[in-house]
């Protein structure tokens, strides 16, 4: 895991007390921090919380306010069409 990414996941985790009812509220935490779900992040969500991964990746993928990729740049140009 990135170092970064590991020191913001911790930054995120040191708020919870690692009850598995915390797993939307850090899951929130960490796309806040991220921007979205990394695969290893969840991997280390469900490690800490004692969860089985595919608990974890079930509960992000089944709320659409999760993201498992990062947001495509949208940088968009103006029409240079005549038409």
Not at 6 to 23: A, C, I
Not at 25 to 39: F, S
Not at 58 to 64: H, I, Q
Request: aromatic share 6%; net charge negative; glycine share 8%.
């Amino acid at each position: 895991m990135e170092l970064n990414i590991k020191e913001q996941l911790d930054e995120v985790l040191s708020r919870h007390s690692g009850e598995r009812s915390e797993l939307i509220p850090i899951l929130q935490g960490a796309q806040e921090r991220l921007g979205y779900l990394p695969g290893e992040v969840m991997q280390r969500i469900a490690r800490s919380l004692r969860l089985p991964e595919s608990t974890v990746y079930g509960v992000a993928t089944f709320y659409a306010q999760f993201r498992l990729n990062p947001l495509a740049d949208t940088k968009q140009g103006g029409c240079n069409s005549d038409l």
